[in-house]
């Protein structure tokens, strides 16, 4: 019952973010400090990505190339299995999930990666951490570009339009950040690396920030009204469906290409995650407006379900593990 507890236990951040929630529905920001945190939190995403390039190896595409076959099926796994499971969904709408909401898991199903988690587990399971590394980190490099151009694709094709004004401030806050990030890296990297622990709470805070003017907005939009508890719960069961699809497929498309047992597992991980830290940020960028709230509720389900199922997958991985053959063979008698 313990295990059973740990596992199920809330991720404290999740707990942050849904707490930041609730603030912001009782007590959102308006008036002119709405504009100034908006402000505020615009000018904290740019620093943000350019953390983000400042952190990731610049190497990693180079990488790659060596281990081309996995890090393939892992990419296609991200940005085509996901994208296709989102637009199969569109048969939910509106009986299961509203417009809104919806729209928010096309948008889960179009980010990278997240990086931490998915090598944390896979050094868990026993995979191959060293691909898992270099997997996680292109595909946060990729994501940069890739999950505006297929967000924006997959919103046009579901409302019709998308709002090309919108594309000049993805440039100028997400890749320009980014790239900048990359460019300076040789000579910030180290200084990025020696303050990792304060800059991960920056990195949250930002995060935090971002939540709250979302969640504001749709308060002081009147939005909520769309989500009743049903919906809610119907939404967590659609994202804990997505979720069990992906990683059956993954695990399926590893045997397949017969890949060993470690690079499975890094393609398991890695294939099935999606990040919570570069998905914040560019939903409020992408998406900005009242319906905003809503829009990253199905990211913030689907991160907590991914790190139960995960937590459990690795242990499972862990307790399975062929005992290693000794080096030398016992002296014969």
Not at 167 to 195: D, M, N
Not at 281 to 292: E, I, K, N, Q, R
Request: proline share 6%.
């Amino acid at each position: 019952m313990s295990r059973m507890a740990a596992r199920l236990k809330p991720d404290p951040y999740v707990l942050a973010l849904l707490l930041t929630a609730a603030v912001a529905a009782i007590l959102p920001a308006r008036g002119g400090y709405a504009i100034g945190l908006d402000h505020a939190v615009t000018v904290a995403i740019g620093l943000l990505f350019f953390l983000y390039g400042a952190r990731l190896p610049g190497g990693a595409a180079w990488e790659g190339i060596r281990h081309w076959r996995l890090h393939g099926v892992i990419l296609l796994s991200t940005f085509v299995l996901f994208p296709l499971l989102g637009l199969a969904c569109a048969v939910l709408v509106p009986a299961v999930l509203p417009q809104p909401l919806y729209l928010g898991l096309l948008f889960l199903c179009v980010l990278p990666s997240t990086v931490q988690s998915s090598i944390t587990f896979t050094s868990i399971a026993g995979g191959n951490v060293a691909a898992a590394i270099c997997a996680a980190s292109f595909s946060n490099l990729l994501g940069v570009l890739v999950t505006p151009l297929l967000a924006g694709w997959l919103v046009s094709r579901t409302t019709g339009g998308f709002p090309l004004d919108a594309l000049p401030e993805i440039v100028l806050l997400l890749l320009v950040p980014f790239l900048l990030g990359q460019a300076l890296r040789r000579w910030v990297g180290e200084w990025v690396r020696r303050h990792g622990k304060v800059l991960g709470r920056m990195d949250r805070c930002v995060i935090l920030g971002v939540v709250y003017t979302a969640f504001s907005e749709g308060t002081v939009g009147g939005i909520w009204h769309q989500l009743t508890p049903v919906r809610l719960l119907l939404l967590l069961v659609v994202s804990a469906v997505l979720l069990a699809i992906v990683l059956a497929v993954t695990g399926l498309l590893g045997r397949w290409f017969g890949f060993s047992r470690p690079d499975l597992i890094a393609l398991v991980f890695c294939g099935s995650k999606k990040s919570l830290a570069s998905g914040l940020p560019m939903a409020s960028v992408l998406f900005a407006g009242p319906g905003a709230g809503l829009l990253v509720l199905p990211l913030m389900l689907y991160h907590q379900l991914q790190l139960i199922a995960c937590a459990w997958l690795a242990r499972r991985f862990a307790a399975t593990t062929p005992e290693a053959e000794p080096d030398v063979a016992p002296a014969s008698r």
